[in-house]
């Protein structure tokens, strides 16, 4: 089906009479033109087959090599003033920009098709729920973009005829040239453009340019939400009742498992339920609280480290109907990753496509190798999770990659300290984004790479949103990434983060006291369970509840450094820092 709208319609002919494809195919979402369009893309190799026995539904695809990961720096919010973008994210004139870009698409699509992909971003008749449009070029982005989002005629019905409310993206392969490639965000006009790459996060746009880049925008517009956060419940099997949990990591930081994890025998009273693993847009409704909804179908997961030990859920998610991109082929037609916890292969091709076996000193699949899969095969997918209403959240997360300095769990004191605590959030760089691996930076709330305005004024939506919800969410800070002194990890991490979750929990429900420390309430150490762990004892749960007073002050100085980046900073988050430092001074 086509639409009627004007303003779609107009926008479409504008788009191809600059790219000039050779034909144009609207998308509607069924079965049958997907099959169509996936045994084209066997047909010229875009997509190479898989063993169907093992694995029904799934196809491969390597990407350029120069093309394996978002691009940061190749990444702008082109708002009208450089003010607007702020200092955290690139700039140019829109004017500027839209001419370069233009030069670029101009008969770009000669001799291929342009696909129209009708999408929802959020469960269909939310009002929680955005419709956007993506053009490309590309059959890989159709399959995808068929997963990660809820696609065809039920976008045209949710926009209607006339709407001019729906996001706009033009994404076109071209030459998959990294000198020209442009990931371009213009958020007074809702339009994306994206021009040769390949690759997930630069090209399905549905995902971080509109889900967090535009939606931030529209969010702080209209007054909620739009987070780099995972979303989980966590039943009491005993009483029925189900908390949800958001929580908000940098890039790599686990948050796939964390959303799916299973919890350790001593728990049989909880079960945990996958609402989403990447975003969360949340608003305040009429009771006071804040909800939140994953608007994404779909998982797009990093491969590499998945396995039946540290994601059974996800492995399990992509055993049908999964596009698995850039990890290794094996002969026998199979997907195969480092870490994936099965022997690997006596042969296979890599995520180049040479010959690779375990002798091979290359890696078989690429570090940010993905999986695409659909939310609705996770074993552990919430009864929820298209619930039009969202889900209530109980509590909010942050986190990241610390060596030493934040202990495994703490609290926030109130809601702006909860902020500040997600503005001074750091990690260290990982393979997600291109560039080095291993450095520290600063990523307050996980939204670096994500935030589509000025990210002064963003620290003040959120402040300003702790004012609106009558019933906040707490807030807490977790570091699952210790080490101890041999360079090891020092918590078992994975299905054990359950224990702290349910001390979360426990205090969201006033059930357990804490300690309080300058940095926040820390746990009791005896409130955190650790029945059935090998090889760890309250001793060594001590040690990760330490603040050190010392790491803290440089800690301290390194936040000062990193907020006084920002010329729009709220007062309130100044105020935080100086009463950081003065409970030190009284500590
Ligand atoms: C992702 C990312 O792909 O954050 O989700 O990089
Ligand atoms: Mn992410």
Not at 55 to 83: L, M, Q
Not at 114 to 135: A, H, R, T
Request: proline share 6%; hydrophobic share 40%; with cysteine.
């Amino acid at each position: 089906m086509e639409t009627r709208n004007p303003t779609v319609r107009q926008w479409i002919d504008e788009m191809a009479a600059l790219t000039k494809p050779d034909q144009i195919v609207w998308i509607d979402g069924s079965r049958e033109q997907k099959d169509e369009l996936t045994a084209e893309a066997m047909s010229t190799g875009e997509l190479l087959p898989m063993n169907q026995e093992r694995w029904p539904g799934c196809v491969y695809h390597r990407t350029a090599v120069n093309d394996v990961a978002r691009v940061e720096h190749r990444t702008f919010i082109c708002a009208p003033s450089k003010e607007e973008a702020g200092p955290t994210n690139n700039w140019m004139d829109p004017a500027e920009m839209y001419e370069k870009l233009y030069a670029l698409y101009d008969g770009s699509m000669q001799g291929r098709t342009m696909y129209v992909i009708p999408y929802i971003m959020g469960p269909v008749g939310s009002p929680f729920s955005k419709v956007g449009v993506e053009l490309t070029d590309s059959i890989y982005v159709v399959l995808n973009m068929l997963i990660m989002t809820r696609v065809g005629d039920v976008a045209w019905k949710q926009l209607g005829d006339t709407s001019n409310d729906w996001v706009r993206g033009l994404h076109g392969k071209k030459d998959i040239d990294e000198e020209n490639r442009y990931i371009v965000h213009f958020p007074q006009d809702n339009t994306i453009m994206s021009v040769n790459s390949g690759y997930g996060g630069n090209v399905l746009l549905g995902k971080k340019c509109f889900a967090l880049r535009i939606a931030s925008n529209l969010a702080r517009n209209e007054g909620w939400m739009a987070e780099h956060m995972l979303i989980l419940g966590v039943e009491n099997v005993e009483t029925g009742e189900t908390r949800y949990v958001t929580g908000a990591f940098p890039s790599a930081c686990g948050k796939t498992n964390l959303a799916m994890l299973i919890p350790p025998a001593y728990a049989k009273g909880y079960k945990v339920y996958t609402v989403g693993d990447d975003i969360a847009w949340m608003r305040v409704m009429d009771d006071g609280r804040l909800w939140a909804i994953n608007p994404e179908a779909g998982f797009f997961g990093v491969a590499p480290g998945t396995s039946m030990k540290s994601n059974p859920n996800a492995l399990l998610t992509t055993k049908a109907n999964t596009i698995f991109t850039n990890v290794a082929l094996t002969e026998d037609g199979d997907p195969w990753w480092e870490g994936m916890g099965v022997p690997a292969p006596a042969r296979a091709l890599d995520w180049k496509g040479n010959p690779w076996t375990p002798e091979s000193t290359q890696k078989a699949a690429n570090p940010n190798s993905r999986f695409t899969a659909p939310a609705a095969q996770c074993p552990s997918i919430s009864p929820h999770w298209e619930d039009p209403a969202g889900v209530p959240i109980t509590a909010i997360l942050f986190g990241g990659r610390r060596a030493k300095t934040a202990p495994l769990v703490y609290e926030a004191f109130d809601w702006n300290h909860g902020v500040f605590i997600g503005a001074a959030m750091a990690s260290e760089t990982t393979a997600a984004a291109s560039g080095a691996v291993g450095v520290v930076r600063r990523d307050p709330m996980a939204m670096l790479p994500f935030c589509g305005y000025n990210m002064g004024d963003y620290f003040r939506h959120w402040i300003d949103m702790g004012r609106k919800i009558e019933h906040k969410p707490r807030i807490f800070n977790v570091n699952w990434f210790q080490l101890d002194e041999n360079g090891r990890f020092a918590w078992p991490g994975f299905g054990d983060n359950f224990r702290v979750i349910e001390w979360i929990l426990k205090r969201c429900a006033g059930e357990v006291d804490a300690v309080e420390s300058p940095i926040g309430y820390l746990p009791k150490p005896e409130d955190i369970v650790l029945d059935g762990l090998e090889d760890f004892d309250i001793e060594d749960l001590k040690k990760l509840l330490v603040v050190d007073r010392e790491i803290w002050e440089d800690e301290m100085d390194g936040i000062a450094e990193h907020l006084a980046k920002f010329e729009r900073l709220p007062n309130e988050l100044s105020e935080q820092l100086a009463a950081l430092r003065e409970r030190f001074a009284k500590a």
